[in-house]
């Protein structure tokens, strides 16, 4: 509710249909065991619960993992899996939800998605950049452009899945020097040991964070 570009966005109408409504309208077609938006907000609370959603209360929290993870353990600490999905992300897809879950993942581990983007495109610093292994294994996320002279990039889709063991690990770990010089929450958890697996589909993603991204959205929705 605090953006400084786009105040309120969560509340945003997209064609008749808040933003966190349809967030949760998109992550509900993949029939999780259960789906629950984590928010300080008694505004977005009721909101959520007004179209039989469920919502958990949560104090200050640093970033979307501490959040989470707050909400993690105010539910019991439910499930081996825990997607965090980003309330500014209308365009969820259930793919998106098995992709993130159907990965092998060992304990101390993380698994999140990508797309291909082309190389221009990739000079804009609010598109976060991945590279990877072979395995599919991350390196390393940037702002800039990476690798240099690469005829696509990889944006990094901002949604995680974790176990049991590396969700409370990362939402605690501290910054690293490389994540705060990036910016990247991400990349504390790498320097902390984290391995962070990606998965590269063709996912119709895009954050809205400003009242341009928020036309674009709702264009996308009157087209659909």
């Given at each position: 509710m ?22 949760l ?6 029939n999780?065991?259960?789906?629950v ?21 949560t ?18 600490c ?5 997607i965090?999905l980003?309330?500014?992300e ?8 098995h992709a993130?879950?159907?990965?092998d993942?060992?304990?101390n581990?993380?698994v ?10 990739g000079?804009?610093?609010s598109?976060?950049k ?15 452009s990476?690798?240099?002279?690469a005829?696509?990039?990889h944006q990094h889709?901002g949604v ?10 990362c ?15 991400q990349?504390?958890?790498?320097e ?14 895009m954050?809205v964070?400003?009242p ?10 009157r087209?659909?």
């Amino acid at each position: 509710m605090e953006s400084t570009r786009l105040p309120g966005k969560p509340l945003a109408d997209i064609c008749g249909r808040s933003m966190i409504l349809r967030v949760l309208d998109g992550a509900s077609k993949a029939n999780p065991d259960r789906l629950v938006v984590a928010t300080d907000s008694e505004l977005i609370r009721q909101e959520v619960l007004s179209a039989g959603y469920e919502a958990v209360i949560t104090g200050p929290a640093a970033n979307g993992t501490n959040r989470v993870n707050m909400a993690w353990h105010a539910l019991g600490c439910p499930g081996d899996r825990i997607i965090n999905l980003q309330g500014d992300e209308p365009f969820v897809q259930p793919e998106w939800v098995h992709a993130l879950a159907s990965r092998d993942m060992q304990p101390n581990s993380v698994v999140t998605l990508a797309r291909n983007i082309s190389a221009d495109s990739g000079a804009d610093p609010s598109i976060v950049k991945v590279v990877m292994n072979s395995q599919g294994e991350a390196l390393y996320f940037s702002r800039r452009s990476i690798p240099w002279g690469a005829a696509f990039l990889h944006q990094h889709v901002g949604v995680y899945c974790f176990t049991p063991e590396s969700l409370p690990f990362c939402a605690n770990s501290p910054s690293g020097e490389l994540s705060v010089q990036e910016k990247l929450e991400q990349l504390g958890w790498m320097e902390n040991g984290v391995g962070i697996k990606v998965v590269v589909g063709d996912w119709n993603a895009m954050g809205v964070d400003t009242p341009d991204d928020l036309e674009e959205a709702r264009k996308w929705f009157r087209n659909y």
